[in-house]
Structures are given as structure tokens and as C-alpha cells.
């Protein structure tokens, strides 16, 4: 099968700008999560969706965003950039069976917000 | 703030030797994954050990699990250069919800 891909690759953004970033998962896969890491903070988990719906939200602000389309696929937007939203956000997905299973990354696209 | 903690940072070995991370976490939990991440890519998971576990074996890799210390290490065997990567272990809680917590990592360069 193939793995999760995510597009683009790489971005580069002005602050106030918004942005939207695409994850495609593994085939079969029903849920897709998606995390923010930065040098500072580590990994971070951004949000869930499983089944066209948010089942799970971390701890940020309502300018991330995101969905998920009945196949699966996902975006995540960002609005009004700022510059410390530069970081590698990455996308995972599992079957989605039971919350807590083993996550499948894909490589990720890194965000330059200037 | 960080549910888990690796230790060290970073670790510098040779070829051959044995690697060991840490992890460190502070509420009860379900379960316990270490992934690995080459410079900048995404995270490949290596090992999920749940709560009622003590030790688990994939190849080269060697997990325990203490939950008495809330506390798991990650053991590699006989390690390689291609094994330089950062390891980060996951936690996730045993209250029902699923916010999945990542630790900030352990940089570990294996030297040919």
C-alpha cells in the first residue's frame, strides 16, 4: 500500500496570509491526525478526524483548522499567519478502529512563515 | 507541556555499541509507542508496549515498561550509522481521551 503523502512539500508564507496543507492516507485508513513540530515545542497534536468528523482537538488556537472528505483525504488551514506558525506539520493516519492504535506519518510539509 | 520526557537529548556512540533512551511521563496511561525521525521527515513507529506489559522485542529493539515509575526505556542492539535519528516516545492517556503526547526527543548519532 502506499504510505501517507502530504502536499506540498514545502511552503513559504507572509504573516496574514493563510494556508492550506493536504494529507492523503494509507488506503482504508478512516482516521487522520495532525501535528505541529517546531524546535521549541516539540511535537505537538494539533486535531483528528476520523469518519468526516473532529473526534479529538488539541490545544490551539481557532485559526487552525480542518477537515476530512468522505474519502478520507484531509485539510488543514491556517489563517492569519503569524511567523511563529513556521514549523513541520505532519499528518498521520490509522484505521481508526479504537483511538489509541499506531500512527502511519508521512513526511510532512515544512512552513516558512516570513 | 510535555507528557513525556526522554533522556538524554542527545547520545553519541560507535557503531557496535548498545543505545539506551529513556522515557519518563506523568499520568497513568494505556499505552506507550517509540518512533524514530530521520532529520526533518516524518515519524516511523517502532514499537507500541501497553500498560499491562513489561517488555517487548522487535529485532534489534528492546522496550520495557514501568509503570510503577512511569517510566519506559528504549534499548538498540548493536547499533548502526543508519540508526541516527531522533527517538520519541509517545504517551496517550487511560482516562478515555485520546490527545496523543509526543516528549521532545532523543538525538542519537551512531558514528561509523
Known amino acids: 500500500k502506499a504510505g501517507v503523502t502530504q502536499t506540498p512539500r514545502y511552503l513559504i508564507k507572509t504573516r496574514g496570509q493563510q494556508v492550506t496543507l493536504s494529507c492523503s492516507p494509507i488506503?482504508?485508513?478512516?482516521?487522520v491526525s495532525w501535528y505541529q513540530q517546531t524546535p521549541g515545542q516539540g511535537l505537538q497534536f494539533l486535531f483528528e478526524y476520523f469518519s468526516e468528523t473532529q473526534r479529538n482537538k488539541g490545544n490551539f488556537p481557532g485559526r487552525f483548522s480542518g477537515r476530512q472528505f468522505s474519502n478520507s483525504r484531509s485539510e488543514m488551514n491556517v489563517s492569519t499567519l503569524e511567523l511563529g506558525d513556521s514549523a513541520l506539520y505532519l499528518c498521520?493516519?490509522?484505521?481508526?478502529?479504537?483511538?489509541?492504535?499506531?500512527?502511519?506519518f508521512g513526511p510532512g510539509t515544512r512552513l516558512l512563515v516570513l | 507541556s510535555q507528557q513525556g520526557e526522554e533522556d538524554p537529548q542527545a547520545l553519541s556512540i560507535q557503531e557496535g555499541e548498545n543505545a539506551t533512551m529513556n522515557c519518563s511521563y506523568k499520568?497513568?496511561?494505556?499505552?506507550l509507542q517509540w518512533y524514530r525521525q530521520n532529520s526533518g521527515r516524518g515519524l516511523v513507529h517502532l514499537i507500541l508496549?501497553?500498560?499491562?506489559?513489561r517488555e517487548k522485542h522487535s529485532g534489534r529493539l528492546r522496550v520495557t515498561l514501568d509503570t510503577s515509575k512511569k517510566s519506559s526505556s528504549l534499548l538498540i542492539t548493536a547499533s548502526r550509522a543508519a540508526d541516527t535519528a531522533s527517538y520519541f516516545c509517545a504517551t496517550d492517556g487511560a482516562g478515555g481521551s485520546y490527545i496523543p503526547t509526543f516528549g521532545r526527543g532523543t538525538s542519537l548519532i551512531v558514528h561509523p
Open positions: 508496549i501497553r500498560s499491562n506489559e
Open positions: 488506503s482504508g485508513h478512516r482516521s
Open positions: 499520568t497513568s496511561i494505556n499505552n
Open positions: 498521520a493516519s490509522s484505521p481508526g478502529a479504537g483511538q489509541q492504535e499506531t500512527q502511519y
